[in-house]
């Protein structure tokens, strides 16, 4: 932290974050916690009180409302979604690109009348953005109303940080540089019938562009023990799909230095139990080994789709981004995967108008989309992230230029989209029911094992289980069909 001013001007719980500092990975041991508990005297806190939470970014985030949910519920908050009835709102924010951190900021322009309006109203900051010091500055001068921020490796402390943000005067900030110890035992408020289930905190890879290592802090993986007993425990509760989430799934197991358990392992013990679907992401082609391929090929409860960023075709824009594979391994993996896997659906992560992309250069991933042919792809425009060492490389491309980039990929994506969806016209496909259709309340709404997107009209009563679809009809981002009555289904 640079800027730091007395200690004095803010409360004793200002600790600021230094991205120099996240970025020293240590060799100490991560702990694990199996004894959290909130003390009896904040469990009342909250009494006939509201919280709100507003979620950006990835599902990492999303879980981590759940967290955030599950412990402001214990201390006798109840939910609203309404900001006027709100005790207190927390914004869980991103700062993976720039667009992410502007809906904060302009959020923040708006909260700041709700808290004038009702000055007893607790107006907290948390997730990846508030582990950036310049955030946190920024925050401190222009939004001085924000009552806490705190970071992502300290969510657990959100307790007694509401009771030093009731009782104190000054903003409350918490926020660790480095991570801490794995916390077991947080409560979490889940919904529906797909549930996230993390296996490693952090990111060690440390691609050039990216600010999540930073932010995330270094890996960490949870014991297998406590990940399957999670997994066994969402069963039991009549879960139907589980989302295994790490920044770098294929990571995991590569801290423990006692036992040589990898993420193949997990994958083969969680297969065998009962509960429907298990997916997982995000993976990095770097670690992709053979063993985890044997073992996705074995399918059962493990979905034949697989999110596998690529995030460029040029090998020498990879290298620049430090992926650590060339578009040729890349290549060969998929074709490894897809000889195991023939049904494959196979999805990725693109970024386009990297400092010094040259057109021939974003040719090359043009032509990789066609050789791979994904199913679908999250597209960005790369986006200079504070502290990252892309952010000081000369950017000579113009943003006209990177725009049509990004449309013009969109374009060849689509075309693969539609052809992949094609490929189903005709079949019936088991579908998880979500719900309703976003746009039209008497279709609903599911995805097949290979998550795509499934309209079709049936009761509202199917919503939460598995139905078969006979595939009448596709469009570029989502397949229509008819719901298939008589025939049972894994429930
Ligand atoms: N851990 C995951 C992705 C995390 S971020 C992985 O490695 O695949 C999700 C996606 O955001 C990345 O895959 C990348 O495509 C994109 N992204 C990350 N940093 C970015 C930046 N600075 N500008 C634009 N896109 C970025
Ligand atoms: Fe970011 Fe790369 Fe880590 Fe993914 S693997 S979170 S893109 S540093
Ligand atoms: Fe964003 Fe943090 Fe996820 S930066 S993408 S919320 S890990």
């Known amino acids: 932290m640079t800027t730091k001013k007395s200690d004095k001007d803010y409360s004793i719980y200002f600790q600021p974050p230094s991205l120099t500092d996240a970025k020293k990975r240590g060799r100490e041991d991560i702990q694990v916690h199996y004894d959290f508990a909130i003390p009896e005297e904040l469990q009342q806190l909250g009494k ?67 808290k004038i309006e009702k000055p007893s109203l607790l107006l907290g900051v948390c997730g990846c953005m508030s582990q950036e010091e310049a955030v946190v500055n920024r ?54 019938v797909k549930a996230w289930v ?55 197991g590569k801290d423990f230095e006692d036992i040589n358990y990898r993420f193949g392992d997990l994958m083969d013990d969680i297969s065998k139990i009962d509960i429907p679907r298990i997916r997982f992401t995000t993976s990095h082609p770097r670690d992709f080994d053979d063993h985890l391929i044997e073992v996705l090929a074995k399918k059962g409860n493990l979905v034949e789709q697989i999110h596998l960023p690529v995030q460029s075709g040029s090998n020498e824009i990879l290298k620049k981004m430090t992926r650590k594979y060339t578009r040729e391994q890349y290549l060969e993996l998929v074709g490894k ?62 943003a006209e230029v990177k725009k049509q980039r990004l449309y013009r990929l969109n374009e060849v994506l689509n075309e693969y989209s539609k052809r992949g969806n094609d490929r189903l016209l005709g079949q019936t496909v088991e579908v998880l029911v979500d719900g309703e259709s976003k746009n039209n309340p008497n279709v609903l709404a599911g995805r097949t094992r290979t998550n795509k997107l499934v309209h079709f009209e049936g009761p509202k009563d199917l919503i939460g289980k598995f139905v078969n679809v006979h595939i009448t009809g596709t469009q570029t981002f989502y397949i229509k069909g008819d719901w298939v009555r008589e025939q049972a289904v894994a429930q």
């Open 48 to 114: 006939d009180k509201y919280y709100l939470i507003q979620t950006y970014g990835c599902q990492m985030n999303e879980h981590d409302t759940e967290t955030i949910m599950g412990l402001l519920e214990q201390m006798g908050y109840q939910p609203t979604e309404d900001r006027r009835q709100a005790d207190i709102i927390l914004l869980n924010t991103c700062a993976v690109r720039e667009n992410a951190e502007d809906k904060v900021f302009g959020e923040l322009g708006h909260l700041k009348h709700l």
């Open 139 to 192: 925050i401190l001068q222009k939004h001085p109303f924000v009552d806490m921020i705190f970071g992502t490796h300290n969510i657990h402390r959100l307790p007694h940080l509401i009771k030093e943000a009731i009782f104190s005067k000054e903003m409350v900030i918490e926020v660790w540089s480095k991570e801490g110890d794995i916390i077991e035992n947080l409560p979490k408020k889940r919904e529906g």
């Open 198 to 252: 993390n296996i490693m905190y952090g990111c060690d890879k440390f691609c050039t562009y990216c600010i999540v290592p930073y932010t995330r802090g270094k890996e960490r993986s949870r014991r297998p023990e406590d990940v399957i007993a999670e997994v066994r425990e969402l069963a039991r509760q009549g879960f139907k799909e589980i989302m295994l989430l790490g920044q770098n799934v294929n990571a995991y």
């Open 337 to 398: 995967i897809r000889r195991a896997i023939p049904d494959v659906v196979l999805t990725t992560d693109i970024i386009v108008g990297f400092p010094g992309e040259t057109d021939e250069q974003f040719e090359d991933t043009i032509k990789l989309v066609r050789e791979v042919e994904f199913d679908s792809a999250f597209t960005f425009i790369y986006s200079p992230r504070e502290g990252t060492p892309a952010a000081a490389m000369e950017d000579n491309v113009p």
